[in-house]
C-alpha cells in the first residue's frame, strides 16, 4: 500500500506542476473542456501536444483529421460505404 500511496503522490505532484506551468493558457483549456469527452486531463494533453498556435491548423475539420478523429468518407453510386477512421495521433486516442 505504501507503494501505491507513492505513486498516487507523485501523481498529484507531477498534476500540479503540469496545471501550474499552463496557469496562463487557463482560458483555452476552460474552452477545451466544453468539448463531449474532454476532461481536465485530456485538454491539458490536447494542448501540450497541440500548442496553443491555433493558427496552425487553418480549420477544426483539419486539426481533427490530424488527430484522427475523424471517419473517412468512403461514397459510392450515392450510398456511404463505413469510412475507416485514421491512425492520428496515438496520444489524442481514447
Given amino acids: 500500500m505504501d507503494h501505491v500511496d507513492d505513486l498516487e503522490r507523485r501523481i498529484a505532484c507531477f498534476r500540479a506542476k ?4 499552463l496557469a496562463p493558457q487557463q482560458g483555452l483549456l476552460n474552452a477545451l473542456q466544453t468539448i463531449p469527452g474532454l476532461d481536465e ?3 491539458v494533453l490536447l494542448l501540450v501536444d497541440i500548442g496553443d498556435d491555433r493558427q496552425a491548423f487553418e480549420t477544426p475539420e483539419k486539426l481533427a483529421s490530424w488527430a484522427g478523429v475523424c471517419p473517412g468518407n468512403h461514397e459510392s453510386a450515392g450510398k456511404r460505404q463505413n469510412g475507416k477512421q485514421r491512425k ?4 489524442l486516442a481514447a
Fill in 41 to 43: 486531463l485530456a485538454a
Fill in 18 to 21: 503540469l496545471l501550474a506551468g
Fill in 88 to 91: 492520428g495521433n496515438p496520444s
